[in-house]
């Protein structure tokens, strides 16, 4: 893919809402693509991807709170997080890539997030 570009960060108090957005340019078909996210001096962590536009799936800890979508037509990558906690606060990040997504976006045990493209990335800060 040309480029990942993410946007719809910000601060927000403990309770509310955002949605990321992730323009791609480029042919997405046959990707995973998906969200992950790092907080200063924590590893990065996987939240939820979407593989061949279908197979959705999720970090078990943020399952329920966290809605990844895609809108084809845009060719845009969508993430909704509702009920913001302060622990959620960290850069996020918008990221694709050839492999499974079981293999790259870090939602398995002991498998880390891994894919070899990846956006600017947005700041979410939550206050309490």
């Known amino acids: 893919l040309e480029q990942l570009e993410e946007s719809g960060g910000g601060s927000v108090q403990a309770g509310g809402s955002l949605r990321l957005s992730c323009a791609i340019s480029?042919?997405?078909?046959?990707?995973?693509l998906g969200w992950f996210r790092q907080a200063p001096e924590k590893e990065r962590e996987g939240i939820a991807a979407?593989?061949?536009?279908?197979?959705?799936r999720y970090a078990e800890s943020l399952k329920g709170r966290f809605t990844i979508s895609k809108d084809n037509a845009k060719n845009t990558l969508y993430l909704e997080m509702t009920s913001l906690k302060p622990e959620d606060t960290a850069m996020y990040y918008c990221?694709?890539?050839?492999?499974?997504?079981?293999?790259?976006?870090?939602?398995?045990?002991?498998?880390?997030?891994?894919?070899?493209?990846w956006g600017q990335g947005t700041q979410v800060t939550v206050s309490s």
């Open positions: 990221a694709a890539d050839l492999r499974w997504c079981t293999e790259v976006a870090g939602l398995l045990p002991s498998r880390p997030v891994s894919y070899k493209q």
């Open positions: 979407i593989e061949n536009g279908l197979t959705i």
């Open positions: 480029g042919d997405s078909r046959g990707y995973c």
